[in-house]
């Protein structure tokens, strides 16, 4: 089974731009979690879609949004980039919609830098 | 106070030891526990979960939970020289929002 794809895998981008990422999702896995890793921060909780409904959303201002499409794949989007956004922007899949345990599987991840 | 906290290391131990991971978290509402591995570059590998009080067993992996004190611990035993990388511990606090520490550098020499 394919794992999780993301996509660019890198990107350079200059501050003031906009940038969209995608990543789609381990066949038959309907959530998609949406992480920024930063060596200061670490791992940071940006939002998880199911069903093409956000449920969950980080502390991230809203330049940071998302969707998901009817196919579970997603996409998120950076507008007006600063220098701060530069990390490393990771996707997780899940299957299960509820219950108590829910795997995430992580993609590749892309490297943005905002020059 | 950070949710999850994780000793930064490194944790230096021999091959064929025993390494010790450790992670506490503050928020009682979540209720299990995930350990991922990641290797410098590469995206958080899952190792296991936890959700129960006591020991859970897989392969050379034994994670423990303690919800009383708020602990969560990762033992690897008969420690590679492949198992060096970073450690993450995390807490889902629902719908799929993982919580995580900051991670625990491991180092394993031959």
């Known amino acids: 089974k394919a794992g999780v794809t993301q996509t660019p895998r890198y990107l350079i981008k200059t501050r003031g731009q906009q940038v969209t990422l995608s990543c789609s999702p381990i066949?038959?896995?309907?959530?998609v979690s949406w992480y920024q890793q930063t060596p200061g921060q670490g791992l940071q909780f940006l939002f998880e879609?199911?069903?093409?409904?956000?449920?969950n959303k980080g502390n991230f201002p809203g330049r940071f949004s998302g969707r998901q499409f009817s196919n579970s794949r997603s996409e998120m989007n950076v507008s007006t980039l600063e220098l701060g956004d530069s990390a490393l922007y990771l996707c997780?899949?899940?299957?299960?919609?509820?219950?108590?345990?829910?795997?995430?599987?992580f993609g590749p991840g892309t490297r943005l830098t905002v020059l | 106070q950070k949710e999850v906290e994780q000793n930064s290391g490194p944790l230096s131990v021999p091959e064929g030891a025993i390494a010790s991971l450790n992670c506490t978290y503050s928020?009682?509402?979540?209720?299990?526990f995930f350990w991922y591995r990641q290797y410098s570059g590469k995206s958080p590998e899952l190792i296991m979960f936890?959700?129960?009080?006591g020991d859970k067993e897989d392969g050379r992996f034994t994670a423990q939970l303690n919800k009383a004190s708020q602990y969560v611990s990762l033992l690897i035993r008969d420690s590679q020289p492949s198992d060096s990388a970073t450690y993450l511990c995390?807490?889902?606090?629902?719908?799929?929002?993982?919580?995580f520490g900051t991670g625990t550098r491991l180092l394993v020499s031959p």
């Open positions: 997780a899949s899940s299957f299960r919609a509820s219950g108590r345990i829910d795997e995430q599987f």
């Open positions: 066949s038959g896995h309907r959530s």
């Open positions: 879609y199911f069903s093409e409904t956000q449920r």
């Open positions: 928020d009682r509402g979540s209720q299990s």
């Open positions: 936890i959700y129960s009080n």
């Open positions: 995390a807490g889902d606090t629902g719908f799929q929002k993982l919580v």
